[in-house]
């Protein structure tokens, strides 16, 4: 953890409420109805701030920019984790929801209502 510097208070300190904070506002912006797009840009940003934060703190030395690397790397990391979280969720819903529109009956074009499972192949 000797270039890890976030990760290492992160384990040490009271800094895990910025990390919730992150992941908080990350579940409740990815449960809105984003595309899937929207969510994996949303991952990737996420994760590149956290990347640019730690390779800051190992660089810098003043506290002075420092802190506030920390503060944004740590709340990044837990918006990574939220959208992480939420990218998984949509799978899984997508999946769910896919299944149940294959088993509704459909309309054929004689008009008369069959069941797509049931219904013999011509």
Excluded: W
Excluded at 25 to 45: D, E, H, N, P
Aim: overall charge positive.
């Amino acid at each position: 953890m000797e270039y890890l510097p976030i990760e290492e208070e992160l384990f040490q300190s009271d800094s895990v409420y910025f990390l919730l904070i992150g992941a908080v506002a990350a579940l409740f912006t990815g449960l809105i109805k984003l595309s899937r797009k929207s969510r994996i840009i949303l991952l990737c940003i996420t994760a590149v701030i956290y990347v640019v934060c730690e390779a800051g703190m190992n660089i810098s030395t003043k506290n002075s920019i420092g802190f506030p690397l920390f503060f944004i790397g740590t709340i990044s990391l837990g918006a990574f984790a939220g959208f992480l979280v939420t990218a998984v969720f949509s799978i899984i819903r997508n999946k769910k929801h896919d299944s149940d529109i294959s088993r509704r009956p459909q309309r054929p074009q004689g008009g008369r209502l069959r069941n797509v499972e049931t219904a013999p192949h011509r």
